[in-house]
């Protein structure tokens, strides 16, 4: 409530699996020169207990996402099926790209991808979300593959696959080792990920990765973004960001003569596609 209450359009949750999950052991999170670097291992209640907290929320207006994983492919279905009971919940996002987590390999291998969307499809009608991993070759081959089994969006991205290492002990920082490349450091990467699925998918784009201030946005709507996420500079900054980001994108919009935000999405490719045709 607070988030939403700070100006946020919506809330989505840290990823819920099928049973309680501590997470890696410490130091789980580590900075780096432009962002982040964390191995927290998918901490979470798991599901009866979420359900549980989720139900004491008295406003169910609150647009809630829920980020759901699964230890199998099945998990996903049953999580998605018991959340799809809840009012609160308005769309249910599949984590199939935590770089240091096994889940990572579902969204590297498009057979996984379709299997794992397919089982959720039939488990529920919520909007379904898939979040990719930019840790692929082809990142809009697994969002097309995605969109024929069903998702209704694209999440891009998820965290870039990274190491820290102490230079006095030559260990790694992250009890983990690897870990996930977050902020401003992956923007440029984000921006080419949504930029390259735009041109494959006809469903929406939620971009992510490194969105600071209201001309990061820009930058994704005009990739092919229809909406954002911010995680990271929430950490590094506060709740305030939500207000300023909105409070620079009416400013730009009005500036503009644009009305609605949506005229923004996918700029980019129309006046490259202009541009080739004349
Ligand atoms: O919990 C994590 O370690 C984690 C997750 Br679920 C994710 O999706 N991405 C990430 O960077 N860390």
Redesign the pocket.
Known sequence: MRVYNSGAGAVIS??IGIRPRE?NKNPVVVGADCGLI??????NPGIDNFIDELKQIKNTELPLIMSI?GDTEDDFGIIAERLSELKIVKAIEL?I?????KISQIGQDPELTEKVVKIVRKSTNLPIFVKLTPNVTNISKIAQVAERAGADAITAI??VKAIAIDIETGFPILSNIY??L?GPAIKPIAIRAVFDIYKKVKIPIIGVGGIFNWKDVIEFFYAGASAVQIGTAIIKEDLNIFNKINYGLLRFLEKKNIFNIKELTGYTHKILNKNLEM
């Open positions: 840290k990823s997470g964390n191995a927290m291992g998918l901490p994983f984590n790209s935590c770089p240091h987590s998820n965290t870990g996930g977050s």
